[in-house]
């Protein structure tokens, strides 16, 4: 995560890894935050299409991009 960000001139690497490090709980209370549901997401704005490309069994955007890895990796659309 800290590489796509690193080229930036505005961005201290060393405040980014903490950060990341904090939100996955390797930092900090060691709290695993989760993602927002696809509900919250589309609450927000920020649901892209307002979820039309997505399968009503994805409950996140994580879950999304994982899913349509895995298809992509075996030839198939999402």
């Known amino acids: 995560m ?3 960000f690193k080229d930036r ?4 690497e ?5 950060q990341v490090e904090h939100i996955v ?3 900090g ?3 695993k935050y989760k993602p927002p549901s696809c ?3 589309k609450t927000y704005g920020l649901c892209i299409e ?5 399968p009503r069994n994805i409950r996140n955007p994580l879950k999304y991009r994982l899913e349509k890895t895995q298809a992509q990796g075996m ?4």
């Open 2 to 4: 800290i590489d796509v």
């Open 9 to 12: 001139s505005d961005i201290n």
């Open 14 to 18: 060393k405040v980014a890894r903490y």
């Open 25 to 27: 709980g390797v930092r």
């Open 29 to 31: 209370g060691r709290t």
């Open 39 to 41: 509900s919250k997401m």
């Open 50 to 54: 307002d979820g039309r490309y997505c």
């Open 75 to 78: 030839g198939l659309k999402l």
